[in-house]
C-alpha cells in the first residue's frame, strides 16, 4: 500500500501554484507559520504572480497623467473658422484681464470670441500642412514688416549682452531688453499699420509687449505665446492679416518669432512660466508642436517615430518646426528623451501625424486655452471681446 501523498493538489488548482502557507504573512515564521517579532525574508520573485494593488511602474505613459487627460480624449477636434473683420465705427479700447476662476474660463469657452480665436490657430496649422518652411508662399508687405520687426528685436539681443550671474535662471539685462521693447514698440508697429487703424495700437500692443515673456519674473511660456497668436489674430480681425497670408505667417513669422524666443531663452536664461516639468510637453512652446506636426501629415517617409533618428533631425530641422522643436529639446536637456521628455516620447508612438496634429490641437485647447493660471493674464478688448 502507498504511503499517503501529503502534497496532493486541491482540485482546480495548478500543480506550479504555491500554497497559500508557503507564504505566511508578515510577523509569521517561514518555516513553521508561528507569530514572530522578527520581519520575514523578502518573498521570492514570480513573475507568474500579479503584481499587489498599489503596483505603479517606474515610469508610467505620459499621456495618462494629466488629471483631466479624460477631457481631452473627449474634446472634439477644434476646426477652422473665418476670423470675422471688424468695420466702422471703430471702437479700439486698452484691453484688460478678465479670467480670474473656472466660472470664467466656462465663460469664455462658450463666447464666440473663443471659438473664433481657436479657429484661427487651426487656420494657420492648415495653412502649413503638407509644406516645408522653404517652399515659396505668398509674402504680402505687412507679413515682410512684421518679419523685419522680430530681426530688428534680435538684433537687440547682440546689443544688450546678458550680465555675469551665478543664478541659473533670470539675466537681470532681459529687462533692458524689454525697456528697450516698451520704448520702442509703437513705432515699430506704425511701421506697417494704415493710417485708419494707427488708433488700434492702444489695444493691440499689450498683446504685442506681452508676447516675449514677463520682464519682471523673467520667464516666458505658453500664455506669453497664446499673446503673440493674439496679437496676430487682432491683425487679422483689423483685416491687415489676410487668408492668404496664413501660409507666410506661419512659415516666415512664426518660425521668426520662434528663433527670436529661442535666443531670448539661451541667452537670458528665462525661467520656464508655469512648467509642468518633466510631464509637459515643452517647458516654453506649444504652437510649433501643432503647426510642425501638420508641416508632415500625409509625408510619405517621416513618421512620428522619426524623432528618434538623429539623422533625421540633423537634415530636416531647419525644414520642419516638429523636428526643429525636439533637436532643441535634446540640446538643451540632458539624460535619455523617455526620462527629460515622456510625453514627447509618448506622442511618438501615435501612427501617423494627422492623430497627432488633432491631438494637439485638443490638448492645446484644454491645457491651455481652458486654464485659468495661464488665462488670468490674457486680456480682453474691442477685437477679442469678453461676453457678460
Not at 135 to 158: M, N
Request: hydrophobic share 35%; aromatic share 12%.
Amino acid at each position: 500500500m502507498e504511503p499517503p501523498n501529503d502534497h496532493q493538489h486541491t482540485p482546480g488548482k495548478s500543480p506550479s501554484e504555491p500554497p497559500s502557507s508557503a507564504y505566511p504573512h508578515s510577523g509569521s515564521c517561514t518555516n513553521c507559520g508561528g507569530p514572530t517579532i522578527s520581519e520575514p525574508p523578502p518573498l521570492a520573485s514570480l513573475p507568474d504572480m500579479s503584481p499587489p494593488p498599489n503596483y505603479r511602474p517606474i515610469r508610467a505613459p505620459a499621456i495618462n497623467l494629466p488629471h483631466n487627460s479624460q477631457a481631452i480624449i473627449l474634446s472634439p477636434v477644434p476646426h477652422a473658422e473665418q476670423v470675422s473683420v471688424v468695420t466702422p465705427p471703430y471702437q479700439f479700447q486698452s484691453p484688460v484681464k478678465r479670467i480670474h476662476s473656472l466660472d470664467d474660463i466656462r465663460r469664455f469657452q462658450e463666447s464666440a470670441s473663443f471659438k473664433n480665436f481657436l479657429g484661427f490657430v487651426v487656420s494657420l496649422s492648415e495653412s502649413i500642412r503638407g509644406h516645408k518652411i522653404s517652399d515659396p508662399c505668398h509674402v504680402s508687405p505687412t507679413v515682410a514688416t512684421i518679419v523685419s520687426i522680430l530681426e530688428t528685436l534680435l538684433q537687440w539681443i547682440d546689443e544688450i549682452p546678458p550680465v555675469q550671474m551665478s543664478s541659473r535662471y533670470g539675466n537681470i539685462s532681459f529687462r533692458s531688453w524689454h525697456d528697450r521693447l516698451a520704448e520702442k514698440g509703437e513705432s515699430l508697429i506704425h511701421e506697417f499699420l494704415p493710417d485708419e487703424f494707427k488708433e488700434s495700437t492702444i489695444e493691440i500692443l499689450p498683446y504685442f509687449f506681452d508676447s516675449f515673456g514677463n520682464a519682471s519674473r523673467i520667464d516666458y511660456g505658453t500664455g506669453h505665446e497664446t499673446n503673440f497668436a493674439a496679437w496676430l489674430y487682432c491683425l487679422a480681425k483689423i483685416g491687415i492679416i489676410k487668408e492668404e497670408d496664413y501660409h507666410g505667417v506661419v512659415a516666415r513669422v512664426f518660425v521668426k518669432y520662434l528663433e527670436l524666443m529661442r535666443k531670448l531663452q539661451m541667452v537670458y536664461c528665462l525661467e520656464p512660466a508655469g512648467s509642468h516639468g518633466v510631464w509637459g510637453l515643452d517647458d516654453y512652446h506649444f504652437l510649433p508642436f501643432i503647426f510642425g506636426s501638420s508641416q508632415l501629415v500625409d509625408h510619405k517617409y517621416m513618421k512620428p517615430k522619426s524623432i528618434h533618428n538623429d539623422d533625421i533631425l540633423d537634415n530636416f530641422s531647419t525644414e520642419y518646426m516638429y523636428l526643429s522643436c525636439i533637436g532643441f529639446v535634446k540640446k538643451v536637456k540632458k539624460g535619455l528623451f523617455a526620462e527629460h521628455s515622456p510625453l514627447l516620447d509618448d506622442i511618438s508612438g501615435v501612427p501617423n501625424w494627422k492623430k497627432v496634429n488633432s491631438g494637439l490641437l485638443k490638448m492645446y485647447k484644454v491645457e491651455v486655452l481652458e486654464k485659468v493660471p495661464i488665462m488670468q493674464h490674457f486680456l480682453f478688448g474691442w477685437l477679442i471681446k469678453w461676453e457678460e
